[in-house]
């Protein structure tokens, strides 16, 4: 029986996980690339979409795919037009939410890894 933690489980569980995700939808929400892609009647949901799946991947609860199915996360954003200004305005908010978080600068640099490359394979719209 393996007694490794996950990153979940290391960086503070799901206290850890809102911290992040409501600094970064702060930052969202007044961001005029980002800003326009999420309708008023479903911020929320999607600020607790993202944090459910976050935790999920990183090794807590599976309550988003109890609730929702399979992350298919490009499917899920396919119908958003993602370019490169699209996604480097999700990272610079996203690094700003990373930087606040009091973690291993080790786990800080594997959620950043994930969180790069995440945005990158969700680029969808030719320059």
């Known amino acids: 029986m393996s007694t ?9 569980g799901e206290a850890t996980f809102e911290q992040l995700v409501s600094h970064f939808y702060a930052l969202v929400s007044v961001n005029p690339i980002l800003r326009p892609m999420y309708p008023d009647d479903d911020f929320q949901a999607a600020a607790e979409r993202l944090m459910l799946f976050l935790i ?3 090794g807590g609860p599976h309550t988003y795919s109890e609730m929702r199915g399979h992350p298919r996360l490009r499917m899920r954003h396919a119908q958003f037009l993602i370019d490169s200004k699209a996604r480097d305005a999700w990272l610079a908010c996203m690094k ?5 978080l009091k973690i291993e600068e080790s786990d800080r640099a594997e959620l950043w890894n994930y969180l790069e490359m995440a945005a990158q394979s969700l680029v ?3 320059e």
Request: net charge negative; hydrophobic share 30%.
């Open 124 to 126: 969808n719209t030719p």
């Open 96 to 100: 700003s939410a990373v930087d606040e």
């Open 4 to 12: 490794e933690q996950t990153l979940f489980d290391r960086i503070g």
């Open 56 to 58: 999920q991947y990183w």
